[in-house]
Structures are given as structure tokens and as C-alpha cells.
């Protein structure tokens, strides 16, 4: 049984009296444990793919299966499903400037509660916080707001955040497009530790080709449809 299904998913949009189609029924799995990257050339279509997985999104068409059950589209419903089956992690970061590492990573559950149980729990919470930011090598920039920390900081603090709900999916647009070949190779390092420590499941979009030959399975978006697939040796 796959962890998730994405079926027959058409994305469009309305440009000027247009319609682009972006996304033409793709469909592919993931299996629990596995790191699938999705590679293609700027506007294939990678990232609209990504938040039509991850329920940021509407798609025309399609529908998302988590554990065989069908995910909700729209609505409270979505929301909730969201912030419990994926952890986000996007290319530039979408930090809160204003807010500390520690203060950004506690966000998802703030948000995954209503502010009384949020209340009732902040202790645990941000002692989980804390703990993550450890585990992503950031135990000593838990005050540290956003510009006081390298590029390769933030993205680390980007993940613990996705991290804060123990999402059984992290969805990563990008994570080492903005940095530099040497901060890149660590937080791809950083993400292949997660998979096999924890047995991560992840799905990745990326340019990089260091992270998609790396992947346990690639495939390739062309036009806005799924160009059959490899396996790492």
C-alpha cells in the first residue's frame, strides 16, 4: 500500500483570456521511507504539482489519497489535513522576521490548535521545538531571529519548522536552490540523515542534480505530464 497517491491531477489558469494549462493528469506514488524527486525544466510545472499535492492548492481535476483514504480539496477540512500529513520546506525560506528560530518552529502548532490548547501545551512545545532545532544542528540559535542567521541556517530552521507536527510527508520546493554548492550539500545531507534515522518521506522538486541522483526513485515533469521515472542504483 503506497503512503500516497496522486491521481490524474489538471491544474490551469486563467492568463489575460487564456487558459495555460500547467498540469496534464499526472499521476505517481510514494512509499512510506522513500525520497522521490520530481525534476524539469523552469515551468514545467514543479511547483504548481507540489501544492496540489499539499493542498495548497485546487486542482481542475484529481484527487490526493493519504493511507487510501481521499483527502479533502478545500475548506477547514483541507487545512487540518495540510498542517497533520506535510511539512513544507520552500526555497526561500518564508521565515517571520520578526520572530525567533524558536518562535518560527513552534508556528505549525500553533497553528494545528486552538489557542487555549496551544496554552495548555506550550511547555511541551517548545521544549519539541527546541529539540528539533537541536537535531538540525541549531541548539545554539534558538533566539536568533532570521537576519542574524546564515542562508544555510535559515533553510535548517525552515525544516524544523516543517519538522514541528511530525508530518509523515515533508513536500520541498527547491531547499537548496537559494544556497551556495557547499551550504547546499549540507542541507541535502541534513534531509538524507531524517530519511534514514527516522525513515522520512519526502518528495522533492529541485534543479539540483546532486539531490535527484541521490533520490530513491526520479521523475521527470515535461509539459505538464510525468516522463516515466529511475530508480537510484
Not at 112 to 131: C, F, G, P, Q, T
Amino acid at each position: 500500500m503506497a503512503l500516497l497517491e496522486v491521481k490524474d491531477i489538471w491544474k490551469s489558469f486563467r492568463i489575460g483570456g487564456e487558459t495555460l494549462q500547467v498540469l496534464q493528469g499526472v499521476s505517481f506514488d510514494l512509499e512510506e521511507g522513500e525520497i522521490l524527486a520530481i525534476v524539469g525544466q523552469s515551468g514545467s510545472g514543479k511547483s504548481t504539482l507540489l501544492h496540489q499535492v499539499g493542498l495548497l492548492d485546487k486542482p481542475d481535476r484529481g484527487v490526493v489519497v493519504y493511507r487510501e483514504d481521499e483527502m479533502p480539496l478545500v475548506g477547514a477540512s483541507a487545512a487540518y489535513a495540510r498542517n497533520r500529513t506535510f511539512g513544507f520546506v520552500f526555497q526561500f525560506y518564508h521565515l517571520l522576521p520578526e520572530f525567533t528560530a524558536l518562535e518560527n518552529v513552534l508556528m505549525p502548532a500553533l497553528i494545528l490548535r486552538s489557542w487555549v490548547s496551544y496554552r495548555r501545551s506550550r511547555k511541551e512545545l517548545r521544549e519539541a521545538a527546541r529539540s528539533i532545532l537541536e537535531r538540525v544542528g541549531l541548539g545554539g540559535r534558538t533566539t536568533h531571529k532570521p537576519p542574524q542567521l546564515s542562508g544555510g541556517e535559515r533553510q535548517r530552521v525552515a525544516i524544523a519548522r516543517a519538522l514541528m507536527n511530525r508530518p509523515p510527508i515533508l513536500l520541498c520546493d527547491e531547499p537548496t536552490g537559494n544556497l551556495d554548492r557547499r551550504t547546499a550539500e549540507g542541507v541535502r545531507d541534513l534531509l538524507w540523515d531524517l530519511n534514514r534515522t527516522e525513515r522520512q518521506s519526502m518528495i522533492l522538486v529541485t534543479h539540483d542534480a546532486g539531490i535527484a541522483g541521490q533520490a530513491h526513485r526520479t521523475l521527470t515533469l515535461v509539459d505538464g505530464k510525468l516522463d516515466g521515472g529511475t530508480e537510484a542504483a
